[in-house]
């Protein structure tokens, strides 16, 4: 069920510039009068190439596929690095830039075990224990 051993993806996604609210007013009626390409062009002045880069994988701004929910419009060009993703109801707009992995890059391996510590297994990450399902009975948990 689980993959042990996962292909690494040839490239992930960096966040450039994510505007919300009255910052993404401009863009949004830039996008309704000239399209999403033109947006997209406006928006690229903001990507400072390694500075950008650094600033995304320190922050943690990296995907490895363009984060959008159900709201959103995704424009990718596979002629462009870049993928602008936008909700007209949330008032947002994001751009991201494709970055490359690479070839040598392996995900972490679980540490050796270590006494006292128990090693975490695939079903503590997607079951609550019991301990922990009863102590939320009667809750209401809205999504």
């Known amino acids: 069920m689980f993959d042990q051993h996962p292909q690494p993806p040839d490239s992930r996604w960096?966040?450039?510039?994510?505007l919300q609210g009255e910052q993404a007013e401009e863009l949004l009626g830039m996008i309704d009068r000239n399209g999403p390409a033109v947006a997209r062009q406006f928006l690229?002045?903001?990507d400072y190439g390694e500075q950008t880069t650094d600033a995304a994988l320190t922050?943690?701004?990296?995907?490895?596929h363009i984060p959008a929910g159900?709201?959103?419009r995704t424009i990718e060009d596979a002629a462009s690095p870049y993928a602008l993703t936008y909700s007209t109801q949330f008032r947002?707009?994001?751009l991201l830039?494709?970055?490359?992995v690479a070839p040598e890059w392996e995900p972490?391996?679980?540490p050796a075990s270590t006494p006292g510590i128990r090693a975490r297994h695939a079903a503590d990450i997607w079951a609550p224990t019991r301990d922990r399902t009863t102590n939320m009975a009667g809750h209401t948990v809205a999504l």
Do not use: E, H, K
């Not at 960096?14 to 994510?18: D, R």
């Not at 922050?59 to 490895?64: F, I, K, Q, S």
């Not at 830039?97 to 490359?100: A, I, L, Q």
């Open 14 to 18: 960096i966040s450039v510039i994510f």
């Open 44 to 46: 690229q002045q903001w």
């Open 97 to 100: 830039r494709r970055y490359p």
């Open 108 to 110: 972490a391996l679980a």
């Open 59 to 64: 922050n943690g701004y990296v995907y490895d």
């Open 92 to 94: 947002y707009v994001s």
């Open 70 to 72: 159900t709201t959103d």
